[in-house]
C-alpha cells in the first residue's frame, strides 16, 4: 500500500492565462523549478560515485540525477513508513515503521534485512 504523492503546491492552482482572464496580471515572481534543485549536497554525491572502482567518470549531469532518484526514493519511503507511525498514534518515526514499509511494499523488498 503505497502513500499517494501530493502535487507540489507551485502547481496547485495553475492554469493557463485563458483561464486567469485577461485583466489578470502574470506572476511577478514565479515559483523556482524543483527539478533544478538538489536538496542533497552534489559533492557528496559525487564521492559516494567516485568511491565505486568500476566508475572512472561521473559528470555534473549523472550526479544530479543521482541526487534526485536519491531524494525521491527517501521521499517514498518515509511517506510509506510515516503512514505507520499514524497508525500508531505517533508524529515520530521510529525503525520499526521502516521495518513495517520495507515489509508490506513489494518495492522495498530489495531492502529486507539491510536495518538489521
Known amino acids: 500500500m503505497a502513500a499517494e504523492v501530493a ?4 502547481l496547485e492552482g495553475s492554469g493557463s492565462q485563458e483561464d ?15 527539478s533544478k534543485q538538489a536538496r542533497l549536497p552534489l559533492s557528496r ?4 560515485m567516485k568511491a565505486d572502482p568500476d566508475l572512472s567518470l561521473a559528470s555534473q549531469e549523472s550526479v544530479f540525477v543521482i541526487s534526485k532518484a536519491t ?5 517514498t519511503i518515509a511517506k510509506d513508513a510515516y503512514l505507520y507511525a ?19 511494499i513489494d518495492e522495498f523488498a530489495f531492502l529486507e ?4
Request: hydrophobic letters at 35%; aromatic letters at 2%.
Open 7 to 10: 502535487a507540489p503546491e507551485s
Open 20 to 34: 486567469a482572464g485577461p485583466s489578470s496580471p502574470p506572476a511577478a515572481h514565479p515559483a523556482p523549478c524543483p
Open 45 to 48: 554525491i559525487k564521492a559516494l
Open 71 to 75: 531524494e525521491l526514493f527517501i521521499e
Open 86 to 104: 499514524q497508525q500508531g498514534k505517533r508524529k515520530t518515526l521510529q525503525r520499526k515503521d521502516l521495518d513495517n514499509a520495507i515489509d508490506a
Open 113 to 116: 534485512g539491510t536495518l538489521d
